[in-house]
C-alpha cells in the first residue's frame, strides 16, 4: 500500500507539472509538423508520418524519463524533505519503487496519448491503420522504463546535472552497443577490446527496442523477438531498480 501511495502521489505530481504538457505539447507539434512534411516530399506520405512520429514520440519520452526521473529523488534531496520521509515508516526500497511505478504511469498515459493522436493523423491524412506500428509504440515504452530506471540509479549517487549527462550517454550508448562490438573485434588492442566487451555486455542494448524502420515498411515482426525484447528489458529494468536500492539503502543523508 505505501508503494502505492507514493507511485500515485508521484504520478499527480508529475501530472500537475507545467513541463511535463511543455513535453507533449511539442511532441503533438511534432505529429503535426510530421504531417505537413509529408506533403512537402518524396515518397508515400503514410511511411513519412509514421517515421517521423515515432521517432518524435520516442525522443520527448526519453526527455521526459531523464529530466523527471532525476528529479524525483533529486528534488526530495534538494528541499530537504527526504529527511521528513526517511523519519516515517517508509522503507527506501518502497521510496523508490513507488517513485518509478509513479513515472511509468506517467509515461504510459504519455504514449497512450500520443499514440491515439498519431493513429488519428495517419487516419485522417493517409485512410491507413497499420496496427502492426503499435509493435514499435510497445518497445520504445518498455525502452523508456530502461531509460527510466538508469535515471533514477544515476540521481541516487549523483547531482541533477551528472545524472542527466549519464542517462543520456547511457541512452546514445546503448544505441551502439552492436557498433561498439564489431569495434572490439577489430581493433587488435587488448585492452581496448576488453573494454569495449565490457561496455557490450553491460550496458543495455536499446537498439533491441528499435523496430520503428521494419514497422513502417512492414516488415513481419516474429512474435518470440518481441517476447524476448520485452522479457530483456523487464530483467534489465529489476537489475538497475535493484542496484539503486542498495546504493539509496547505503547513502547517508545526516
Known amino acids: 500500500m505505501k508503494v502505492y501511495a507514493i507511485a500515485i502521489n508521484t504520478f499527480k505530481e508529475v501530472i500537475r507539472d507545467k513541463i511535463f504538457y511543455s513535453l507533449v505539447f511539442f511532441a503533438l507539434l511534432l505529429l ?15 511511411k513519412i508520418i509514421e517515421d517521423l512520429s515515432l521517432s518524435g514520440i520516442e525522443i520527448f519520452g526519453v526527455i521526459i524519463s531523464i529530466f523527471v526521473g532525476i528529479g524525483l529523488v ?23 519503487l513507488g517513485k518509478y511505478l509513479g513515472l511509468s504511469l506517467v509515461l504510459l498515459s504519455y504514449i497512450s496519448v500520443m499514440t491515439v493522436c498519431y493513429m488519428f493523423f ?10 502492426q506500428t503499435l509493435m514499435a509504440v510497445l518497445l520504445i515504452y518498455v525502452e523508456l522504463l530502461v531509460v527510466t530506471a538508469s535515471a533514477i540509479l544515476f540521481s541516487t549517487f549523483s547531482t541533477p546535472t551528472l545524472s542527466a549527462s549519464y542517462a543520456l550517454a547511457l541512452y546514445v550508448i546503448g544505441h ?31 537498439e533491441d527496442f528499435n523496430i520503428k524502420a521494419k514497422t513502417v515498411h512492414s516488415i513481419p515482426i516474429p512474435s518470440d523477438y518481441l517476447l524476448m525484447s520485452i522479457s530483456y528489458g523487464l530483467m534489465y529494468v529489476m537489475a538497475i531498480l535493484s542496484l539503486s536500492v542498495l546504493i539509496f539503502q547505503k547513502r547517508n543523508f545526516k
Open 32 to 46: 503535426g509538423a510530421s504531417v505537413l512534411l509529408s506533403t512537402l516530399t518524396l515518397g508515400e506520405r503514410s
Open 74 to 96: 533529486g528534488k526530495e534531496l534538494e528541499k530537504k524533505t527526504i529527511y521528513i520521509i526517511i523519519s516515517k515508516p517508509i522503507k527506501r526500497w518502497q521510496f523508490l
Open 122 to 131: 495517419l487516419y485522417m491524412y493517409t485512410d491507413k491503420l497499420p496496427w
Open 176 to 206: 551502439m552497443t552492436g557498433d561498439l562490438r564489431s569495434l572490439a573485434a577489430k581493433t587488435g588492442q587488448t585492452g581496448v577490446k576488453a573494454v569495449l566487451n565490457f561496455v557490450y555486455y553491460f550496458l543495455p542494448n536499446l
